[in-house]
């Protein structure tokens, strides 16, 4: 595989069964998630596509305490279809039921919520309702989070837009419209590629270069509004790798999370044959949780080795060359592997964003089945 690096520098109002939106990389807004635009309240608003939680939420006028944002802060008190949900109500008590918490003093009648996240950012603030705009659909009473003292790595984002398996997510939130199928296709981070999110079932949407695989979502008691899979093996370049926890447990998939995080039997087999498959060129520092780099500033192309993940039902993943390198300075300085160790063996493994790029992923809830293709992610 050669890579050229000048590559680098609710309601429904009516029943649609597809709705297809532009999504694009956070790279402006500062952030390496991506992030599509949506209208709440007549308003539009940019937030992050997140699998790996369910509240979808935005930040609110008057805020405590908000980060900056490109959009201007989102004020309730200007729409006439907000509504604030009391603490009483049973889309309260759905929060707990997602893992988050719900806070109802004696003397607070609005129900107040706290979601906290893996990288220690989080969102607290109040539920309420409001008409949702997704492309030409309109979701009536759509229950979402008005935060009002945020902190974390949401970049420039509005908020986040929660597509996990509880009640609360908007996945489940249209299902009645959407048939609880989602699926996307994550452009590369370099130029002004835009990639899609497409709400339905509607295959005659998707570009795939090659047929959908798909594998069986795994329940998880303890974890159940995460989106599962029994990953059971990898090669690199054809070498199937031979570690003894591989295939031995699932691995969760998320667009919320950047770098797939592997147990650190699986990683250091996984560095170790990548290592010996590109070889030759001179080291550079590690990056953050990236700890196999190479200084590549004085080579036009090299010939990356290929990297594929495959899951149980003969479902598979060959990793986009975009994947695979994550390019730390653009002058090729400090390039580094794109995988990263967990700090335990018994911690769940992560697949992120930046090895789906390019690829059409589909979440069937209702089959709780997962498919991939490969698609060129350029949607206009």
């Not at 539009?44 to 935005?58: E, F, M, R």
């Amino acid at each position: 595989m050669q890579y050229r690096f000048k590559n680098i520098i609710a309601r429904k109002r009516e029943y649609v069964s597809e709705t297809q939106i532009p999504l694009s990389s956070g790279i402006k807004l500062q952030t390496l998630n991506y992030v599509v635009t949506i209208e709440l309240g007549g308003r539009k608003v940019t937030v992050i596509v997140d699998t790996g939680s369910d509240l979808t939420w935005v930040q609110c006028q008057p805020c405590e305490s908000c980060y900056d944002q490109q959009d201007p802060l989102f004020n309730p008190s200007t729409s006439t279809s907000y509504k604030t949900i009391p603490c009483n109500s049973s889309a309260c008590q759905l929060l707990q039921f997602a893992g988050n918490s719900r806070l109802c003093g004696r003397e607070s009648s609005t129900c107040n919520y706290v979601v906290s996240y893996g990288d220690g950012s989080y969102t607290r603030g109040n539920l309420g309702r409001e008409i949702l705009a997704l492309g030409p659909t309109a979701v009536d009473d759509f229950v979402f989070g008005c935060g009002r003292n945020n902190k974390g790595l949401f970049g420039g984002a509005s908020g986040l837009m929660g597509l996990g398996r509880s009640e609360m997510s908007l996945v489940s939130q249209t299902s009645a419209i959407f048939a609880g199928v989602f699926s996307y296709c994550l452009p590369s981070t370099e130029g002004d590629n835009s990639g899609s999110l497409t709400l339905g079932d509607d295959s005659s949407t998707y570009r795939n270069s090659s047929p959908v695989s798909y594998t069986r979502i795994i329940s998880n008691s303890r974890l159940s509004t995460f989106y599962f899979l029994n990953l059971t093996g990898i090669q690199i370049s054809g070498t199937d790798l031979q570690a003894a926890n591989l295939g031995k447990g699932a691995i969760l998939i998320d667009s919320g999370t950047v770098i797939t995080r592997l147990a650190p039997s699986i990683y250091r087999v996984l560095r170790d044959e990548f290592q010996k498959r590109f070889s030759g060129f001179p080291p550079a520092p590690g990056f953050s949780i990236l700890d196999l780099c190479f200084n590549l500033s004085g080579y036009q192309e090299v010939n990356v080795p290929t990297i594929k993940m495959q899951f149980e039902g003969n479902a598979e993943i060959n990793i986009d060359v975009n994947g695979i390198l994550y390019f730390v300075k653009t002058d090729a300085s400090q390039v580094c592997l794109a995988f990263a160790s967990l700090a335990y063996e018994d911690e769940i493994g992560i697949i992120g964003n930046f090895q789906q790029k390019n690829l059409r992923v589909i979440y069937d809830t209702k089959e709780s089945k997962l498919g991939f293709a490969a698609e060129n992610c350029n949607f206009i």
